[in-house]
């Protein structure tokens, strides 16, 4: 019997949520995994039933005023509950677990993945933004410290399935697949018009709000190309962006033959959580399966770059290389929250990334620190200027 000890940072969001289903599909299964802790922002109500179901022995909780809350409502036998983000750090960094799972959102998961991977932890990630701005780093780290990191996006799962048994010299091409999210046949009129409810109207995928919003622009997909050229080690050029509305193939990788590789499956997120938690090995599962007669229609489109100019910005981010992919996401994740919020209009977002990313003085040779600071500048200006003319 397999035993794997895992950690799950942001057990509460929606891969959380799924991640905690496929620990019962593995459960059944035979495939053992203790979970040592889990971590939330504020959903305490959640968080406490996922503390009665798998019997960690520490939550973590971001918000103080939630965790006090938490500690008043709930008394939970042997359970250590923390907040403060140094403390987050110091439990990823614990000797008593053998994976992260990454399922938290933003920039925000960089430093517990960077002191996991400092501490020899395998990661499962589904938390793209640290890979963004800091993947040259990243992977070094994780050389050094003779670790891996493994994709839980759809995607990039789809990919390293591809890739198994080949050799990275034989690769042509990465080709990514994206939905097009819900603006994908409207037009740029319309999109204007549209409202915060038809941004948030994903056709397949049941996700987060900044992700969805990120699928709304099409950024997701520009992310995950930077994602994929860290994760599989290519150059930004052999990666294309294909739009396949049925979401039914993930991703597939061309070979210098010409033979191409896909993986496929319905769109549910379990699949590569569970593959990234068990990899290499594939675990059974009753998850739906595809049906072809009743896709008998699987198509493909370009790109609209003007239309999606977030997905151009980030092309444009990773081949100016050094720390422009830094302002690319930070001034993303700025931007979508205060379109959220309402502050913004929809087209506006890549009209602020792209002020942004034009006066960036970028640093070819760049430190973790660096990446901190310029983070920090970029959401600090955003914020502080009064209204946008753009
Ligand atoms: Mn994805």
Redesign the pocket.
């Known amino acids: 019997m397999n035993r794997k000890r895992i950690g799950i940072i942001g057990s509460t969001g929606s891969i959380g949520k799924s991640t905690i289903e496929v620990l019962k599909n593995l459960k059944k299964n035979n495939f053992d995994v203790e979970v040592v802790f889990l971590s939330a922002n504020t959903n305490i109500t959640l968080l406490a039933e996922q503390v009665k179901e798998l019997s960690p022995r520490c939550v973590y909780i971001e918000n103080p005023g939630k965790a006090n809350e938490f500690k008043n409502n709930y008394d939970f036998k042997n359970l250590k509950v923390i907040t403060g983000f140094e403390n987050l750090l110091e439990l990823v960094r614990s000797d008593d677990y053998d994976m992260l799972l990454a399922a938290v959102v933003g920039f925000y998961g960089l430093a517990p993945i960077e002191e996991a991977i400092k501490s020899g932890k395998q990661i499962a990630v589904a938390n793209k933004e640290p890979l963004v701005v800091a993947g040259k780093i990243i992977n070094s780290l994780l050389k050094e410290f003779n670790s891996t990191l493994l994709p839980i996006?759809?995607?990039h799962s789809a990919i390293l399935q591809c890739l198994s048994g080949e050799e990275r010299n034989e690769i042509n091409k990465i080709i990514l697949t994206a939905s097009g999210g819900p603006f994908r046949n409207k037009s740029i009129q319309e999109i204007e018009n549209s409202s915060l409810e038809d941004a948030l109207n994903h056709p397949n995928w049941s996700m987060g709000d900044k992700i969805t919003i990120d699928s709304a622009t099409m950024m997701?997909k520009g992310l995950?190309v930077i994602e994929a050229k860290w994760l599989f080690d290519i150059d930004v050029e052999k990666i294309d962006v294909i739009i396949h509305p049925q979401s039914i193939i993930h991703s597939m990788v061309e070979f210098t033959d010409g033979s191409i590789k896909a993986q496929l499956g319905i769109p549910d997120m379990k699949i590569p959580i569970q593959y990234a938690i068990t990899y290499p090995e594939r675990i059974a599962s009753d998850y739906s399966r595809v049906d072809f007669t009743r896709y008998s229609n699987l198509t493909f489109e370009k790109p609209d770059l003007i239309k999606f100019e977030c997905l151009r910005l980030a092309f444009d981010a990773i081949k100016g290389g050094g720390t422009y992919p830094v302002v690319l996401n930070a001034s993303n994740e700025i931007a979508v929250e205060l379109y959220l919020k309402g502050k913004i209009k929809f087209l506006q977002i890549s009209k602020i990334i792209k002020f942004m990313l034009d006066k960036h003085n970028s640093i070819d040779d760049f430190e973790m620190e660096h990446i901190y600071e310029i983070d920090r500048n970029t959401r600090k200006e955003i914020l502080e200027k009064q209204s946008w003319n753009l």
């Open positions: 996006d759809s995607e997701n995950e």
